[in-house]
């Protein structure tokens, strides 16, 4: 029997990759991308995905009670995962109301009309009903010392961002004990891979490199993340859905902390590879021998926090998940997946962003 399952962000980048993914595991699966297309949504990132029968694209906002009705009430999904979220912490910096609206307003109106399906079903349906709301480490606030964050570690979100993913968070646990809505929460460290928009760091010093513009670095460089590749993180989304227990959180990450002067140093080391800067045009016209010669530091981000890491080990143990790339085979792919897809990039970006410097208001 078909299911159908509704994917709420699934034109942005770890959305759209999912989408991928879950069509992949599950050949009689059906999938409402459900996604109001802000500058980050992007629908040729699910092309294959909407020819190939089993995906829709329902343009809405998960902050519109009417729309999200319709689509509980048209589709009756086994499922919802929330991924819709305004996610740039620089631009939560710059202004944090549409991301109260979206990831905090937006997530109570996905649970309220939740609530309301969850009443319409029967006693069978009804507990094999999942919400599981995708969620970020940055909740956890900033790290010092060798300590990770676990699932029990106490919030502390230090951007409008972090704060607005920590609230539906809290919502998502309420929902459970107060209604019981079979809810499940993940919380992600960073993600690389295909299909990222460019304003976050990865791509956007790759684009700017091959462009011999500056690469900004905050601060001093040395903020640790823990990057995960967005395929790991895809399965382990899909794991908690099928396998994990409702009013569960699930840390996901890859035990790969780098800070970020390490992977602009990676990046530029492996552009010189791919694209050697002696024989890049734009290079040449800056006057500019290696990338790495155009790193810059700049003024840091209000609230920075220092380090971030994940201990996995509850859903490596509970639910059996492993993430199966090695961050340095999976840098190297990514960046080659952007220079091979610079009209993507190009197409993205177009009248939207100029990858000029985000998040500097005080
Ligand atoms: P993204 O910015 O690339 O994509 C967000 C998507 O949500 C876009 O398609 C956008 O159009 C859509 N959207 C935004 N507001 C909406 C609204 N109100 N209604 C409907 N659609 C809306 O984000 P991403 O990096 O793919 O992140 C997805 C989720 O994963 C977010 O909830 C984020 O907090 C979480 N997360 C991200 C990371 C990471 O490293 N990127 C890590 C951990 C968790």
Redesign the pocket.
Known sequence: MQRTIIV????????SNFVHYILAQDSELKVVV?????Y???LPNIADALKGGRCVHVK????DPLAVKKVFEEERPFAIV???????VDRSIDGPKEFI??NYM?VFVLLERARAYCGSLDEGARKAFRFLQ????EVYGSLGGNDLFRENTPYAPNSPYSAS?AGADFLLRAYFHTYALPGIITN????YGPY??PE?LIPLVTLNALEARDLPIYGDGGNIRDWLHVGDHCAGIWLALEKGRPGEKYNIGGNNERSNMQVVSRICGELELLRPAKDNPAMKARGVDFYSDLIIFVKDRPGHDRRYAIDASKIRKELGWKPTFDFESGITQTISWYVENLDWCKKIQEGKYERERLGVAQ
Do not use: M, P, Y
């Not at 709420?8 to 959305?15: C, H, K, S």
């Not at 929330?82 to 740039?88: C, D, G, Q, W």
């Not at 992600?188 to 993600?191: A, L, P």
């Open positions: 709420t962000g699934g034109a942005g980048f770890i959305g459900f996604d109001k297309l802000t980050a949504g992007n809405a906002d998960i902050a929330n991924f819709a979220a305004e996610t740039h609206e979206s937006g995708v969620s970020t480490d993913k992600c460290s960073n993600n990222q928009f976050k």
